[in-house]
Each structure stands twice: as C-alpha cells, then as structure tokens.
C-alpha cells in the first residue's frame, strides 16, 4: 500500500483527540453565550481583495492563494508567463484565498449584512483558519479560532467583558494564566515622545518580538532601523520594566508619553479599564506589558494577549480593539473590540497540565454483550431505555467469544458491561461488571441507570 500523509500543518484527530477538542469548543461557547454573544458562519474562502493589506506585509505573505477555476492562465499574456514574477502573475491566477483570521471576515461580514444587524452587535464565530506558515509546537498551517467580537460600540465596558469572559474560559478550564494588556495610542505616544512617529509600524513590529528574541536583539533591530541612540536608550526602559505593578509602569508612562494627545488618550483609557476590572473583583492578574504591540495594523486601540503561566507555548488568547476596520468596506466609523481564542494552543496546554477531564471524554458509558440473536433482540428495548435515560450505550454487533468483547469494551475504556443471557432473561435481573474495579452486580434495569448515573 502506498504511503500518504497529510500536507504538514495540517492534522487527522482520533475520536478521543476529537472529543477534547469538542470539550475545549463546548466549554468556550456556554460561556460566550452567557454573556448574550449571537454565532455566525462565514466561508473557507474569501476574495483576496477582502484579505490582502489587512494583516501588514508578513501576514500577506502567509495567505493560502486559490487557484482560478478552469483556465488560470489564460489571462496572462506570454511575456508575462516567461517573466517568472510570482507576486504579479499570482494576481491575476488567484483571486480568491482561504481566510487567515475571522475578524476581517467578521468586518466584511457587519458591512455585507448592515441593515439586517441590530447594533451594537455581539458576534461569536468558531471555525477553522489557514496560515502558510512554517509548522512547529503549537504553530499550525490549519488551526481554529474562537472570536468573540462587540462591533458598533465605543465603550470601554465591552473591553472589561471581554476580559471578564476570558477570566471565565480558563477559570473553567483550569488554566493559569496572566493577561496582558497595552494600547496603540500609548505605543503611538511613546513615539511621539521619543520623535520617532513616522516609524510607528516598524518600531512595533520589531519590539512586539520581545518576549521571542529577547532584548538584545530587539536593540540590534532598532539600531538598524537608524533610531536615534537616545530613543532607543527610552525604549530599552520602558521594555524592560519588570517586578514593577501597573501603577508605576503608568508613572513611566506618563513622563515618557502623557504629554502628547495618543499618549495620554491611552494612558486614560488603560486606567479606567484596570479601575473597572478591580470593581469588579476580577482576581486574575493582569499586567500592562509595554512590550505588547500585536503586528496585526487593524488594531487602533486596547490590546489584549492571555499567557498560560505553567506551559511555554506563546498567546493562547489575544485581541484588541478596531476603530474602523468596517471603513475598508465602505462602512467608515464603526468601531469594535475582540478576542480569539486559539483552541489548538489550548488543547497542547491542557493536554501537556493533564487537565481534561477523561470521564467526559467517553464516547460509550456502556456495552452489552451479545450472546446470541435470542438474547440481542432482548437488549434492543432495554438499550434505548438506556439511551433515554442519558447513558450513551452500545450492543456489541456480532456474536463472539466473551473475552473479545470485553477486550473491545477495555480498549474503549468503556466503564461498564452487561451480560444478559437466558438466566438473566427469565429473572430480569442482569449481570453489570465494573471494567475499572472488576467488581459485578445483580441488578435490574432501573438500577443499572441508577447506578451508572450517581
């Protein structure tokens, strides 16, 4: 037989990966639906003008381009097929690629469908997204997003919500973690105050690296950027602010960045947010990390990145807020603010603390042995007053040798067995085995549920 694999970064899942994956899903949707979050569903694949310029130039380059239907080449002359220039000739044989986030589909969605959305709208979205990539621990080419988004709303409260629904997603998933917070008008202050402004996006994207190529390099890179010695010198400082709480990090702050406009808009609205979130009794630790840019341009306002504290695997949650991401599609002025949740950084987190709870993992709970056609017509009616009573059972479909059966229900980790064979017909009263004690029991129907659901 030929060998075939998957393409790298991308996966197959066992029914038990699956069904931890369904519980991480399960678990993040109860919670956003308690706090009133509608879901929607957008395509695999999106226009690449809906995609293209959203991500900054490395996103770009990390879209997974669809070829035209039928004839992809017939738009191109013969000049331009010989000239070997990827970039213009991928424009004119893709004009379509599959999505690499669900926020930009999200804004593309609120304009596409604006008079049938009541605002302000608070959307949940959990579907896959593609990546070209390189692959490595917990960096896949195909992976899910669990966005929550509030768009059409200003107010810093939705800011607090969202950190309010992430303190309760982990709470329930027995995660620890550290949230971290920071804001681009901030960022953009401290270059303001610094007098590098014309360099904004390049300065974020090199100190957003902080945490991965340590502060060494992050200097080396600004150096090359031809900043000025005492610029960098100002940034080193305020980058390397450890072991400080949020209330000096924000002195710092001020000197460096309060008295320009962005700076002291973002400082204020920072302040007000950690003031909301401690009125609100939240005990999970949140820390302004100056270091914090997220490369995405979108963002205009907060931003937020969820760590867990026990397991080095990078963000497991992240998001921020969009001042006019809609504006890109003809909608200009609507403002939003958002979360996603990487559900495949979740799993590798709790699959490497132990946390998933096995017992909600089964797909089986109990199995009846078949002994015959006498006496697995008789398990027919008793199976679905099983299944009626909420306990997922099974009738093992062929009849042979007891000891296969059982090995089947062992491989399983199906918790229970019941032989039924002609004694157990005229009494009524079956045998149940525990697979995990070994012990068996008499019992009747009734107290085969009972004893399965206490």
Request: charged share 25%.
């Amino acid at each position: 037989m030929a060998k075939s694999t998957t393409p790298k970064g991308f996966r197959d899942f066992n029914p038990l990966e699956t069904s931890r994956r369904s519980y991480i899903f399960n678990t993040i949707e109860k919670i956003f639906q308690l706090y009133g979050y509608q879901a929607i569903e957008t395509p695999a694949m999106e226009n690449l003008s809906t995609l293209t310029g959203k991500y900054g130039e490395e996103g770009d380059k990390l879209l997974f381009k669809v070829l035209n239907s039928g004839d992809f080449l017939g738009k191109l002359s013969e000049g331009e097929i010989a000239s070997g220039k990827s970039t213009k000739i991928s424009d004119k044989i893709a004009e379509k690629g599959l999505r690499y986030d669900l926020t930009v589909p999200f804004a593309r969605y609120v304009v596409e469908h604006f008079n049938e959305i009541t605002f302000p709208f608070k959307r949940y979205q959990i579907q896959p997204v593609w990546r070209a990539d390189r692959p490595q621990k917990g960096r896949y080419r195909e992976f899910y997003q669990c966005d929550v988004d509030v768009i059409g709303s200003d107010s810093l409260l939705n800011e607090v919500e969202l950190i309010q629904i992430i303190c309760d997603v982990f709470n329930k998933l027995h995660i620890d973690i550290t949230i971290k917070l920071n804001h681009r008008k901030v960022l953009l202050g401290i270059m303001e105050g610094i007098g590098e402004a014309d360099k904004f996006n390049e300065i974020t994207g090199i100190i957003d690296k902080l945490h991965k190529v340590g502060i060494d390099q992050v200097e080396k890179e600004l150096i090359a950027k031809k900043l000025n010695a005492v610029a960098v010198e100002q940034l080193k400082s305020l980058l390397t602010l450890k072991n400080h709480s949020n209330k000096e990090k924000l002195k710092v702050l001020n000197r460096i960045a309060g008295n320009t406009k962005s700076g002291a808009n973002g400082i204020e609205e920072l302040m007000l947010i950690l003031n909301s979130l401690e009125s609100s009794g939240s005990k999970i630790p949140v820390d302004i990390d100056m270091a914090l840019a997220r490369g995405l341009n979108y963002y205009t306002g907060t931003i937020i990145e969820v760590i867990a504290r026990d397991v080095k695997i990078g963000s497991i949650c992240g998001g921020g807020r969009y001042d006019d991401l809609t504006g890109i599609f003809g909608l200009p002025d609507v403002s939003g603010v958002g979360v996603s949740f990487g559900a495949d950084r979740i799993y590798d987190v709790l699959l490497e603390l132990g946390q998933f709870p096995e017992d909600n993992m089964l797909a089986t709970q109990l199995l009846f042995v078949n002994f015959g056609e006498k006496e697995a017509t008789h398990c027919l009616p008793l199976i679905q007053a099983v299944r009626k009573a909420g306990i997922s059972s099974e009738l093992y479909p062929e009849n042979v040798k007891l000891k296969k059966q059982m090995s089947y229900a062992d491989k399983l980790h199906i918790p229970f067995v019941v032989m039924i064979g002609e004694d157990e017909i005229k009494t009524g009263l079956f045998t149940m085995k525990n697979m995990k004690s070994g012990e068996q029991q008499k019992l009747d129907l009734e107290g085969i549920i009972n004893e399965i659901n206490t």
